[in-house]
């Protein structure tokens, strides 16, 4: 499966087989969330791999009862040494920049998981301090984010997601390209309706044609139907 494959597949696994998941396959998961970018590479990510069925539980029970993470038989627990950020960056490394990263480690776990054929949850409603003392976690590390991860036991429909128009923009916030689909040239259900419309950009806040996006979308239209 390549990269884009693996991202619009993915789906948040909630039911998991009765099946373990093997420790190597566990290990590149957390790899790959060990290797994602951190500001300065200050690498402030701990993570704590969880299979005891009895800490499964508690962590279930801590995280607002969400009893269906104990069906997981693995969760990682994605922590930020919290000093760390704040030694080289101040607020922002402790505030921001370690809530970024540990947001990067728990996507890009998951789409390890999803690419070994596993289904995996990332879990943010949790109760921290119930989570550092089950865990043992010290003061100076917060945990940002837990991952259930084991094969799946149910095939979740895809959740309905806003297309990407509806909230992207072009060079500066609200300058929305109405046929965004054939400005990157993908091709999509869009794309028919799209042809039909004529190819604009609409500047919200004006409501004027936007040239430098028409002027792409056409070229792009051009060398998508000539398959080039
Ligand atoms: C920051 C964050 C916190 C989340 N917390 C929970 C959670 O506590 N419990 C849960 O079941 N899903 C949780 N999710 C998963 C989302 O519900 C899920 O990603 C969303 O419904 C979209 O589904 P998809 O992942 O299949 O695209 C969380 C996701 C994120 C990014």
């Known amino acids: 499966m390549d990269v884009m494959e693996c991202i619009h597949t993915r789906r948040s696994i909630r039911k998991y087989q009765d099946i373990p998941v093997e420790f190597e396959k566990v ?27 009895g800490k499964r539980a508690q962590i279930a029970e ?21 000093k760390r950020g704040k030694q080289f960056y101040g607020m922002r ?20 998981a999803h690419h070994f054929g596993l289904g995996s949850c990332w879990v943010g409603a949790f109760d921290e301090e119930a989570i550092k003392s089950i865990c043992g976690i010290p003061e100076y590390a917060r945990p940002e984010a837990i991952i259930t991860v084991g094969y799946p036991d149910e095939i979740p429909p895809r959740p309905p997601k806003y297309i990407l128009e509806t909230f992207t923009y072009i060079e500066r916030f609200g300058n929305r390209i ?20 004529t190819i604009h950009a609409i500047d919200e806040g004006t409501n004027t044609i936007v040239g430098k996006g028409v002027e792409k979308g056409k070229e792009l239209w051009k060398r998508l139907m000539k398959k080039e």
């Not at 109405?178 to 419309?197: G, H, M, Q, Y």
Request: glycine content about 6%.
């Open 27 to 53: 290990g590149r998961i957390v790899e790959a969330g060990m290797i994602v970018p951190t500001a300065g590479n200050i690498q402030d990510l701990r993570f704590i791999i969880i299979q005891d069925k």
């Open 62 to 82: 801590a995280s607002l009862q969400q009893y269906w993470m104990e069906t997981a038989p693995v969760h990682i627990v994605v922590c930020v040494d919290i």
């Open 93 to 112: 490394g402790e505030r921001l920049y370690s809530v970024q990263h540990s947001g990067a480690a728990a996507m890009s776990m998951q789409l390890a």
């Open 178 to 197: 109405r046929t965004f689909p054939l400005i990157i040239a993908e091709p999509s259900p869009l794309v028919e309706k799209a042809v039909k419309d």
